[in-house]
């Protein structure tokens, strides 16, 4: 079970605006920075949002992060056909020596 | 262009062991911490461990401690994981992954790019 709790499913129609979220903890997302991740299948996940709100050069600015305590939430905007995939939300657990967290992945269908 | 390329995965018995590389291109190396990452068919992602820039600190998850270990070669670009006492639920691709920032080792989960992932089945 992971320790970053996302839903297991989501879906939406194109067009439309979908949020995923992600919860965590004080030693989790409560101190550190989230990254969300796309996951095609068969194919290799890809930074999708860096330190909670940041996105990289060429994903397209309907995807957006944002962050409050200990919860995290992807929003995607427009939807459409292509984003039908696998997302999950990473962050640093500062417990113990710590280690990297990933949440359990929510599958996005674009009904 | 920056790319990682891992290489080594294939079929092995329970109890066996593997090595898998993960050859690095387009930046400098040696000022990146490095990650592997690990999916089960059909399941989420699982961190699996992560090698300071310059080799000398790792950190491995807690579940996989003693059996996994993770070292670099800054001179050859490239990270590698070796895997001892292999089981069935370590059946898995398995992608090395750089870390967004230059030199950080701990406090990130922040990873772009990944390879292309290398698969790891584990029976006999």
């Known amino acids: 079970q992971s320790v970053l709790t996302q839903p297991p499913s989501a879906s939406g129609t194109p067009g439309q605006r979908i949020t995923i979220s992600c919860s965590g903890s004080n030693s989790n997302i409560g101190s550190n920075p989230v990254n969300w991740y796309q996951n095609l299948p068969g194919t290799a996940p890809k930074l999708l949002i860096y330190s909670d709100n940041q996105r990289p050069s060429g994903v397209p600015d309907r995807f957006s992060g944002s962050k409050s305590g200990t919860s995290a939430s992807l929003a995607i905007s427009g939807l459409q056909s292509e984003d039908e995939a696998d997302y999950f939300c990473a962050a640093w657990d500062d417990s113990l020596n710590g280690s990297v967290l990933f949440g359990g992945g929510t599958k996005l269908t674009v009904l | 262009h920056v790319q990682l390329g891992e290489s080594g995965g294939g079929v092995v018995q329970p109890g066996g062991s593997l090595r898998l590389s993960c050859a690095a291109s387009?930046?400098?190396?040696?000022?990146?911490?490095m990650h592997w990452v690990r999916q089960a068919p059909g399941k989420g992602l699982e961190w699996v461990g992560v090698?300071?820039?310059?080799?000398?600190?790792?950190n491995h998850a807690d579940s996989l401690k003693g059996r996994f270990t993770i070292s670099r070669d800054n001179f050859g670009n490239t990270v590698f994981l070796q895997m001892d006492s292999l089981r069935a639920e370590d059946t898995a691709v398995y992608y090395c992954?750089?870390?967004?920032?230059?030199?950080?080792?701990?406090?990130?989960?922040?990873?772009?790019?990944w390879g292309q992932g290398t698969l790891v089945t584990v029976s006999s």
């Open positions: 090698i300071s820039y310059d080799g000398t600190r790792t």
């Open positions: 387009g930046f400098t190396f040696s000022n990146y911490a």
């Open positions: 992954a750089r870390v967004g920032r230059l030199y950080y080792y701990v406090g990130l989960a922040w990873f772009d790019p």
